[in-house]
């Protein structure tokens, strides 16, 4: 009976055990991200235990836990912050827990991330949504880039710009860490068509006006860094104005490891270019589709592909012309009858694929792959027949502003073959390592370049009957020679280049936080290997930033120097008739870079005032004209220049709650041809009888003249910008944004004249834009279900006006000729004022 006892006690014992580890709770809920939206397939875990489970379509999940004990509930999904919670529960309660997950991209805001980084480097943050509202013809990220301290542009047809004295080809542009390129024929701002970037796409937009970091590759002037946007949810936007229109559309799928971006532009400028003073049909067609594929493998491995295709068509029946120039006293008139036309094709391609691996949070490498091929045609038969008059500019005679005397008649004839194949294939690694309070950077790139060009292209002048050039005379000659027709500007040559390069770069930042001081430095080195000309280069760049933590005001200071090194790509070296220099050099550049960024308060706004100065010592310099977008090599290292200046830039909530920004920018850039030198000649009066003649046998009346130093073709000593919003503070949906352009004027000279001659000056460009925008949905605005336009999150409507002030911009010369050799140099002014309709849809 005893036994019989043990046992019911045991058995009644054990029950208990088992019935104790069996009771449990419940916890269910809802799993959102910040908006409110489902979170589908997220994890829901208790570390050291298998209970767990995942949500559902609608966010909510439910599962049964342990009772009586304290446990750690764990929520976690890719692309957002795990959140947690400690709960204990009591056998058979139930509770619910809903969580809200944040994005892990906005642990920090993302202003004071930037700021942090950006206010140690000599980069600025750029803030893409005012691509949206900054009145302009291109509707791109250059616009903004223009009206930064620096920077000068004086063409409102083209998206290329200057810095600080350098020329458009010494800019760097990346698109998610990829190099874009350029096509190469363009001659003109009308012919240019659409930029790499679209605004549609972007995410982030950082500029260094000089003095960059050593991850940044090896040009003189600039560096343009675009990230384009991940996206967290569906979104779409569509635009259209009288200038072209265009389309973008990104999302994710349902378990958030796939992203796509896409976007559409076309453009056609037909409507401005109708303005210009050449008269004809005008057919330009400018059409890009882009896409940015991404796809996370898991939270270590992800993989993205970047797509461009862009088609640009530029096609020209020119029929007249007509341009009053001169002076208030000495004023002419040209008049041009056209036959023939201008058929221009650019086609370019980019591939890219990125490969990231991420084991850690301090530990990234990349591996990119890219391929770009762009395909130009450029091909013309132009011919003109033109007549120079002198205007009577006598205010009280009864002709004034009448031709009253012919100074020449002609004809010239245009006509050019050019086509132009290149590719460029690239494979590289990039990786970054941070440790506490430092982080180190590195890459190395291998390219391979292939270049198949035929140039073709020539001018023949004939005035009044005589070709130009003339030859000489044999008048009352018993046998006159029969001299062959002589041609003005040949150039023709057939060149195939093959070449690989070998690029790398290694840098580390230290950041060292103190009591008195917060101090930043960052010092690196590249190298390049080009096998075409066999050089090796090495730059080295270092940076320095302190910030005074014990000041009231918050102040960063910055210093920067280093070599950089512009290595020949093909257009540095192709001269004026198309020959190729094979022992063609790098271009160097040595920076020294100084300034300070301020944030301070006014008007309880938020206010930031930055300032550089610096000076660049440039050596091995490749000569070069400018016309119009066209730059024309020397395709000779021969020259050794300089360029300083000071730069300022101001911006903040002027009007509360918009963000507005004014910059100037004083500069001067020289260069001193080496071995460039000329002879005056003088009587014995002491008279000059002959300048600006070379000849071998120099008579003892003669003296030798050396230029020195000439101010370079992007030598604009002055540009002011300024763009400014506002809105009517009793309804903000009405809203005013302007653009105003100053640059001073840039020096020029005749074609086919000694480099010294090029002391002339285009007068000063100077042009405001104005848009005035209303905001016809917003998005607080309800629609009855069926409703299309429930889908629309916001709809603006903008008017533009272009060149308010109408004034006629110069950005070249046309040059035309008398029989007496007399060169007449007409202006070629840009768009007049024109109006501008846009509307912006977004989804």
Do not use: C
Not at 46 to 74: C, D, W
Not at 607 to 624: G, H, M, N, Q, S
Not at 678 to 696: C, L, R
Not at 766 to 785: L, M
Request: hydrophobic residues 35%; charged residues 25%.
């Amino acid at each position: 009976m005893n036994f019989s006892r043990i046992v019911i006690l045991s058995l009644m014992l054990v029950s208990g055990l088992i019935t104790k580890g069996q009771e449990t709770a419940r916890i269910f809920g809802k799993i959102t991200d910040e908006r409110g939206r489902a979170v589908e397939l997220a994890n829901i875990a208790i570390p050291g235990t298998q209970v767990g489970g995942t949500s559902n379509m609608k966010g909510e999940y439910s599962f049964r836990i342990p009772a009586g004990r304290e446990l750690k509930i764990v929520v976690s999904f890719i692309g957002f912050r795990p959140e947690s919670t400690l709960l204990k529960l009591k056998a058979g309660e139930e509770r619910e827990i809903n969580f809200i997950l944040k994005p892990s991209l906005q642990e920090l805001d993302p202003v004071e991330i930037y700021e942090k980084q950006i206010r140690q480097t000599n980069t600025i943050r750029i803030d893409p949504k005012e691509t949206e509202v900054i009145p302009t013809m291109k509707n791109g990220v250059e616009d903004l880039i223009i009206t930064q301290p620096g920077v000068s542009s004086s063409n409102e047809l083209s998206s290329q710009y200057s810095v600080r004295g350098g020329n458009f080809d010494e800019n760097l542009v990346y698109v998610n860490g990829i190099q874009i390129y350029r096509p190469f024929l363009i001659r003109s701002g009308q012919q240019e068509g659409l930029s790499f970037v679209n605004s549609d796409l972007v995410s982030s937009i950082l500029f260094s006006a000089g003095g960059f970091n050593a991850k940044y590759g090896d040009k003189m002037s600039s560096v343009l860094d675009i990230q384009y946007k991940k996206p967290t949810e569906f979104a779409a936007s569509l635009s259209g104005s009288l200038l072209g229109g265009s389309a973008h559309v990104e999302g994710i799928n349902r378990n958030r490891r796939f992203t796509y971006l896409a976007g559409f532009r076309h453009q056609s400028n037909q409507y401005i270019l109708k303005g210009l003073q050449t008269k004809g049909e005008y057919k330009p067609s400018f059409t890009d589709v882009q896409a940015l594929f991404t796809y996370h493998i898991n939270d270590r491995w992800e993989i993205s592909f970047l797509g461009n295709y862009a088609s640009n068509f530029y096609k020209l029946v020119p029929e007249n012309r007509e341009t009053r120039f001169g002076t208030i006293n000495e004023a002419y008139q040209l008049r041009i009858y056209f036959d023939g036309q201008e058929v221009d094709k650019y086609e370019t391609m980019l591939g890219a694929l990125s490969l990231q691996y991420q084991p850690n949070p301090k530990l990234n490498l990349r591996f990119i792959t890219s391929a770009f091929q762009t395909v130009e045609s450029e091909t013309y038969d132009i011919q003109g027949q033109y007549w120079i008059g002198r205007l009577e500019t006598s205010f009280g005679d009864e002709e004034f502003g009448d031709a009253i005397e012919t100074q020449g008649v002609g004809t010239y004839l245009d006509h050019a073959r050019n086509y132009l194949q290149a590719r460029v294939i690239s494979a590289e690694h990039k990786g970054s390592l941070t440790r506490l309070n430092k982080t180190m950077q590195w890459g190395l790139k291998f390219q391979h370049e292939i270049v198949d060009d035929e140039l073709n292209e020539w001018e023949m002048i004939d005035s009044a009957g005589y070709s130009i050039p003339r030859p000489q005379d044999s008048l009352g000659h018993p046998n006159p020679p029969h001299p062959a027709l002589l041609l003005n500007d040949v150039a023709k040559s057939k060149n195939d280049i093959n070449s690989n390069r070998i690029e790398g770069y290694l840098q580390n930042n230290w950041e060292f936080a103190g009591y008195k001081n917060d101090i930043f430095f960052t010092l690196g080195g590249r190298i390049n290997y080009w096998d075409f000309n066999e050089q090796f280069l090495f730059s080295p760049r270092a940076s320095f930033a302190i910030k005074p933590n014990r000041w009231e005001k918050d102040i960063v200071f910055r210093f920067s120097t280093g070599y950089y090194y512009q290595p020949p790509f093909y257009k540095e070296m192709r001269g004026f008739q198309g020959n190729i220099n094979r022992d063609i050099r790098a271009q160097k550049s040595i920076h020294f870079v100084g300034g300070l960024d301020w944030n301070f308060m006014i008007w309880s706004r938020p206010f930031k005032f930055t300032t550089e100065v610096y000076y660049k010592r440039l050596d091995d310099l490749i000569p070069y004209e400018v016309d119009n977008v066209r730059i024309r090599y020397y395709a000779d290292n021969i020259a050794h220049g300089y360029a300083t200046g000071i730069d300022f830039k101001i911006n903040g909530e002027f009007v509360q709650g918009i963000e507005s920004w004014a910059s100037l920018s004083v500069m001067q850039t020289e260069e001193d041809i080496e071995g460039d030198f000329y002879y005056e000649y003088y009587n014995d009066e002491g008279v000059k009888i002959v300048p600006g003649v070379t000849v071998d046998n120099t008579p003892a009346d003669s003296v030798r003249i050396e230029p020195g130093y000439i101010p370079r073709p992007t030598d604009q000593r002055v540009n002011f910008s300024l763009f400014f919003q506002d809105y009517l503070p009793s309804n903000p949906t009405y809203k005013m944004h302007l653009k105003l352009v100053f640059g001073s004027s840039l020096p020029f000279g005749p074609p086919d004249s000694p480099k010294y001659q090029h002391t002339l000056r285009i007068p000063a460009y100077r042009r405001v834009d104005i848009g005035f925008s209303k905001q016809i949905i917003g998005e607080n605005a309800v629609f009855k279900p069926k409703s299309a336009l429930r889908f629309i999150k916001s709809l603006w409507i903008t008017a533009e006006v272009f060149n308010l002030l109408q004034i006629n911009n110069t950005v070249s010369y046309l040059w035309v000729k008398d029989v007496s050799n007399r060169r007449y140099a007409v202006p070629n002014y840009l768009t007049p004022r024109q109006l501008n309709i846009r509307l912006i849809a977004k989804f």
